[in-house]
């Protein structure tokens, strides 16, 4: 079609300095009249367009108006083409489909990405994601049901500001007006989120608890984890950030720091998933709280 062709041939123009009409012409499989006709049409769009006479001759984009590629070279291109091609995919974005398309079109030579990011994640709905993102674009207010860390059932109206991919897991950030604060919720916890016509105007201006901070600090303890050799694959997917030590009979010992380890539910879920394949070495006190956990279990298949 003529209009891709057009914009194909605007790109080539930014991303090299003199393109011939031959070369254009070969490569759309068009005659060389149509080509001039094209140039016609960009020039007439308010591109710069200048010709170059002689052997190397061709065309090019008046010098000052290109974009400066020493900004982005192309391994650049290629970590942008991976992330907005992961955003493209979560959230349908005709946007960002049009910006990976005019990406694509720019010579990278044969340069081939060092990574591939997956941002979708099997515990959001991309549903979810749509609707917050809705949302945060019409500053509207929403309101949803949230299960906390403490399991919970609570209703929440929210200001939101945006959303946040880490651990795996998608979060949104915003001003709970039932909390008079700032807070970020898990997305995977929200449910039945719904947006109101309520448009919120003003940012409320965020301030960080210093003394929240050392408080959270002090309460940080080491934790200590004995893996045997047949479950280090998983324990290096959850354990990552620790420092390991390589045993003799080839089992590791974990060593990381956790915010209150004997009231963090998800570490004791994760030990528990382990059986008895890995064993608390410190704090002492959470082996009792694991005795007991795995004491309810056996109860629950008492009649099995």
């Not at 003199?18 to 140039?39: C, G, H, K, M, P």
Request: glycine letters at 4%.
């Amino acid at each position: 079609m003529k209009l891709e062709r057009l914009l194909s041939i605007i790109f080539k123009l930014l991303n090299h300095e003199i393109v011939s009409a031959s070369s254009l012409a070969n490569e759309f499989q068009v005659s060389s009249r149509t080509i001039y006709r094209d140039i016609e049409a960009i020039c007439a769009a308010g591109i710069p367009v200048v010709s170059f006479q002689g052997t190397n001759g061709g065309f090019g984009i008046i010098e000052g108006y290109k974009f400066d590629k020493s900004l982005m070279d192309p391994n650049d291109i290629l970590n942008l083409i991976s992330v907005l091609s992961s955003l493209s995919s979560i959230f349908e974005d005709k946007d960002v489909e049009h910006t990976l398309e005019r990406l694509k079109m720019l010579d990278i030579g044969d340069k081939k990405s060092a990574f591939m990011i997956d941002l979708e994640s099997y515990r959001t709905e991309p549903s979810s994601l749509m609707n917050l993102r809705q949302a945060i674009y019409e500053r509207k207010v929403i309101y949803f049901n949230y299960v906390n860390n403490k399991n919970e059932f609570t209703s929440r109206e929210v200001e939101p500001i945006h959303l946040h991919y880490k651990y795996c897991n998608w979060y949104l950030y915003g001003y709970c007006r039932g909390r008079t604060s700032h807070r970020e919720f898990k997305v995977s916890r929200m449910m039945g989120i719904t947006l109101s016509q309520e448009k919120y105007l003003q940012m409320h201006e965020y301030k960080s608890d210093s003394s929240y901070s050392r408080g959270h600090q002090e309460r940080v303890q080491e934790v200590v984890i004995w893996v045997s050799p047949y479950s280090l694959a998983e324990a290096l997917d959850q354990f990552q950030n620790s420092s390991k030590v390589m045993n003799s009979d080839g089992s590791m010992t974990f060593t990381f720091s956790v915010y209150q380890p004997l009231h963090a539910g998800w570490l004791k879920s994760i030990l528990l998933s382990f059986g008895s394949e890995a064993k608390i070495i410190k704090p002492v006190e959470l082996q009792s709280i694991l005795v007991e956990e795995a004491k309810k279990l056996i109860n629950i298949y008492k009649d099995v």
